[in-house]
């Protein structure tokens, strides 16, 4: 039973413009959201998050979306950039550090120059 | 934020030997999570491991077969035992500090 879910495995948007990433959850006991970026080779490294809380959360060029009545998250890139091509893992947990944080399966993301 | 060290960050062995991978914090935590990925896949949590208590499985995952030591809050071993190619992955260390989970960098390990 998957309680993360991307269901794009994989996206391909042009440098300059917006990627945007997809994210759902099962789980109402989840109360933090988390975007993980991995590149090969390398641990995941964290991206940005969102307290159930809030519905936007904006760091530099990444927001973060989340509509808490329809389970769903997004991740929004903009501009993108070629470095930003990576597997990019959203992440769901509850605000202690005793619980497990749960990973969906990853959207690889490919930015064209 | 913390840094985690893991060791081998790679590997190739044979079937039905077995592995211990290493990982040491830079600070002491009361919990680390040791993740698999599999080829293609995602961070899947294999177990859970409390400093002086055993270590909680999640479903799919045996002790026998993973075995975790515990022996101080800044150190832990995950042990991959009688080792087929199935169990070819991306081995991870995580700690976390309130929400965020900080990683290790992996041990690739594989299994011919």
């Known amino acids: 039973d998957q309680q993360v879910k991307q269901n794009s495995p994989s996206l391909s948007v042009q440098e300059g413009r917006i990627s945007i990433l997809n994210c759902d959850y099962t789980?109402?006991?989840?109360?933090?959201f988390l975007w993980y970026k991995k590149y090969p080779a390398e641990g995941p490294t964290f991206l940005i998050s969102i307290s159930s809380i809030k519905d936007k959360n904006e760091d530099g060029r990444f927001t973060v979306f989340l509509n808490k009545s329809a389970k769903h998250l997004s991740l929004h890139i903009v501009p993108s950039q070629p470095g930003d091509s990576a597997v990019y893992f959203c992440?769901?947990?509850?605000?202690?550090?005793?619980?497990?944080?749960?990973f969906g399966p990853g959207t690889s993301l490919s930015v064209i120059p | 934020s913390a840094v985690i060290s893991q060791k081998p960050s790679r590997d190739i062995c044979q079937r039905g030997t077995s592995l211990t991978i290493q990982c040491q914090v830079d600070?002491?935590?009361?919990?680390m999570f040791w993740y698999r990925q599999q080829p293609g896949q995602s961070l899947t949590l294999i177990a859970t491991a409390n400093q002086g208590s055993e270590a909680t499985y999640e479903s799919g995952f045996v002790i026998d077969k993973f075995p975790i030591s515990r022996p101080n809050l800044t150190f832990s071993t995950l042990t991959v035992s009688n080792m087929s190619p199935e169990d070819s992955s991306i081995y991870l260390c995580?700690?976390?500090?309130?929400?965020?989970?900080?990683f290790g960098q992996g041990t690739r390990l594989t299994v011919v």
């Open positions: 600070s002491q935590v009361t919990m």
């Open positions: 992440a769901a947990t509850t605000k202690t550090s005793y619980d497990k944080v749960i």
């Open positions: 789980n109402s006991m989840f109360d933090y």
């Open positions: 995580s700690v976390k500090a309130t929400v965020m989970a900080f």
